[in-house]
């Protein structure tokens, strides 16, 4: 079975721009959540969808936001590029059939901010 | 804020078993220990999870405390490939606390 696959791989974009990144779960999984990481912050949780749904939320701005189409498949925008916002984005996916409902990390996006 | 501590670094050399600690004194009831880890610049990987009794797969074996305050990773026989931040993380299943909250984890290096 095919793993969460993301695109682009890379990105540069300028500052003031904005992005939108994809990610493809693996096939079944219906829940994604999307994570940030920077060398300062480390690991943060952004946002998880389900059925088309936001079902929580990490502490980011609204500059950041996100989407989930009826085949599982996600995007993740942000608006208005900082600098700041140069990072490791990373998609998981889960099964809801699993109790513990496990996320399996997709290669991440680096967006480089310029 | 993590809810899990672990030592910023450990080495191991290649063929030997490499013990992870991990200390989550905080955890509660119906949170489980997950470890994941990441090779440099990729995703974090799964490697496995559980709430009291200890676990093993085809990875790693995970060794959990009576009292559940701390948790050990075990890589049986460690390779030159086991190089990575290595995550201990507690999480819920319920609602809000679903998400995966990463320390700061253990970079391993494995030597030849």
């Known amino acids: ?114 | 804020d993590a809810k899990t501590t672990q030592p910023p670094s450990m080495d191991c050399a290649e063929g030997r078993a490499a013990n992870l600690p991990c200390n989550h004194s905080t955890i509660s009831g119906n949170e489980y220990v997950y470890w994941y880890r990441q090779i440099h610049s990729q995703g974090p990987q799964y490697i496995i999870h559980g709430l009291k009794n200890n676990e093993t797969n085809e990875m790693a074996s995970l060794i959990i405390t009576e009292d559940r305050k701390s948790s050990t990773l075990i890589l049986p026989h460690a390779t030159l490939r086991d190089t990575a931040v290595y995550y201990c993380i507690v999480r819920s299943h319920a609602g809000n606390n679903r998400k995966l909250i990463w320390g700061l984890g253990t970079s391993l290096a494995v030597n030849p």
């Open chain 1, 1 to 114: 079975k095919a793993g969460v696959t993301q695109t682009p791989r890379y990105l540069i974009k300028t500052r003031g721009q904005q992005v939108t990144l994809s990610c493809s779960p693996i096939s079944g999984h219906r829940s994604v959540s999307w994570y940030q990481q920077t060398p300062g912050q480390g690991l943060q949780f952004l946002f998880e969808y389900f059925s088309e749904t936001q079902r929580n939320k990490g502490n980011f701005p609204g500059r950041f936001s996100g989407r989930q189409f009826s085949n599982s498949r996600s995007e993740m925008n942000v608006s208005t590029l900082e600098l700041g916002d140069s990072a490791l984005y990373l998609c998981a996916s889960s099964w809801t059939g699993d109790p513990q409902e496990t996320q399996y990390f997709g290669p991440g996006t680096r967006l480089l901010v310029l």
